[in-house]
């Protein structure tokens, strides 16, 4: 493993024709470890609006040579590129630990990951292929996919490359290339990403990172040359980004929050809901749109609680500290001002009535302690709106039809789930009745690279993975071929 006083503490540039290079802007961030504040991280330099024209133009430029190769050649490089990245699968880790705080065996599991997407598309990309259509005897039509030829891709902070690369990856399968705009606090993962790619063989500019914050982000949206634009963030991020989209009738992919509930049937024990439950909630310390931050149990009170009490269970033996400690279960927040953020929802929850169960103290303020929520409406803001922290409450539900009701009680419609306590026949027909683009039955926020993943409602719209990840990034051409016909022809015997 990487160690992390091995990685060095710089300023950093922005990457266009695949190399590092100093933007134009005199605008730049500096940042510190999550849960290490003392610990540097280095100075991220934005970009500008310049940054912007030059990387659309070195993109568009290099995506022509790209399109031209066949699917088997876009694939071999991709196939270099999953090799190299698992040779800096240790390095890839380490900088996630560093900048976004993740637990640092999680981050490793992550870049083997993100390696598997690459071979995953690589062998995908030659499967991509329109139709033949007979349209009589004298004419047939042809549907060819055309990829978009730049792609803005914009990430978050939570997984910076993982949610990153399954943009990358299938939208350089498809032929396109591709301007990568990672958050502002986590940008090291994607030029690692560019710097394998460009050493994997793509053309010298087909990918390029622009660093920033949302001000980069508009300009790059807006400029003319941008396609397609994918984006993983928050609602109101979405918001902002379909706007200026709208303003130049952009097709986009949103990949948005969420408020993920799990239904506990009544034959369902504690052990057995706080199991699926309760590691959901404290993957990446509660910071990931699939958190299950609302557990809808079916029976009365007394069974709601034992429910709560078994997942609290849980919470109480896990360890909170830094996230490049191997023995740490619960890592710290992105920063002190979202841990912050987190607290006084809370509270505001607890004044409105609501019951907070949470183990022991926090050992820093960019700690929080997993929290089950008990007593809260259905209708408070700590249950309809997404708090981004390993809390979740326990709600009751006398009937399944009441469960679905109050599952379905939100805007989002991102994911849920179902512990059916071996009725698997009650399990399905409540998981076919939530609004949500993933259920899981039994286990929860397993991703498959074989299924899409995307969201409903305000969790946005497309889905990204599997085959319909890879047509997101290709619009289709109606070709029609009207030909001579031959009368009187012997069909072949």
């Not at 940042?31 to 609006?49: D, L, N, Q, S, Y």
């Amino acid at each position: 493993m990487t160690r992390l006083d091995a990685l060095p503490e710089r300023t950093w540039g922005i990457r266009v024709g695949g190399k590092e290079v100093d933007p134009a802007s005199d605008r730049s961030l500096d940042r510190t470890m999550p849960g290490r504040p003392e610990r540097k991280v280095g100075r991220f330099r934005f970009a500008g609006p310049s940054d912007v024209g030059r990387a659309v133009a070195t993109v568009r430029e290099a995506q022509r040579e790209w399109a031209d190769l066949r699917p088997k050649e876009r694939g071999e490089t991709l196939l270099r590129a999953a090799g190299l990245l698992r040779e800096r699968g240790d390095e890839l880790a380490a900088w996630e630990c560093l900048e976004a705080g993740m637990l640092v065996g999680l981050a490793r599991d992550h870049a083997r990951w993100c390696a598997e997407l690459l071979e995953f598309y690589a062998g995908l990309g030659r499967d991509l292929s329109g139709r033949t259509v007979d349209l009589g005897g004298s004419k047939l039509g042809l549907t060819v996919p055309e990829p978009f030829p730049v792609v803005a891709a914009l990430g978050p902070w939570n997984f910076p490359l993982s949610e990153l690369i399954w943009k990358v990856a299938p939208a350089l399968a498809a032929g396109c290339g591709v301007i990568m705009k990672p958050s502002e606090l986590t940008p090291v993962s994607s030029f690692i990403l560019d710097e394998v790619l460009h050493e994997a063989g793509v053309p010298v500019g087909l990918t390029a990172v622009l660093t920033g914050d949302r001000e980069v982000g508009g300009a790059l949206i807006g400029h003319p040359g941008v396609a397609m634009v994918s984006l993983t963030g928050g609602v109101e991020t979405g918001r902002a980004v379909l706007r200026a989209a709208a303003e130049r009738v952009v097709p986009t992919l949103m990949e948005l929050g969420g408020k993920s509930a799990i239904v506990v049937l009544p034959d369902a024990d504690p052990e057995q809901a706080a199991a699926v439950a309760a590691p959901g909630v404290l993957f990446r310390t509660g910071q990931a749109c699939t958190c299950p931050s609302r557990i809808v149990v079916v029976g009365g009170t007394a069974r709601a609680h034992g429910i709560a009490e078994a997942i609290e269970a849980r919470f109480a033996v896990q360890r909170l500290g830094p996230p490049d400690d191997e023995e740490v279960s619960v890592g710290p927040a992105i920063h002190s001002g979202h841990a912050e953020g987190v607290r006084a929802v809370l509270a505001a929850a607890a004044a409105r009535g609501a019951v907070l169960v949470a183990p022991g103290d926090e050992p820093g303020e960019e700690y929080l302690a997993p929290t089950v929520i008990l007593d809260a409406s259905p209708e408070d803001p700590v249950v309809t709106d997404e708090v981004f922290g390993p809390v979740t409450a326990v709600l009751e539900a006398g009937t399944l039809e009441e469960a679905v009701t109050v599952a379905n009680g939100t805007r989002y419609g991102l994911a849920a789930g179902v512990v059916s306590g071996g009725d698997l026949d009650a399990a399905l027909g409540v998981a076919r009745r939530l609004f949500a683009g993933s259920v899981w039955i039994d286990e929860w926020g397993t991703i498959e690279l074989e299924l899409p993943f995307g969201g409903m409602g305000e969790s946005g719209f497309g889905r990204e993975l599997g085959k319909e990840g890879l047509e997101a990034f290709v619009t289709w051409k109606s070709i029609h071929l009207p030909h001579r016909a031959i009368e009187g022809r012997e069909d072949a015997s």
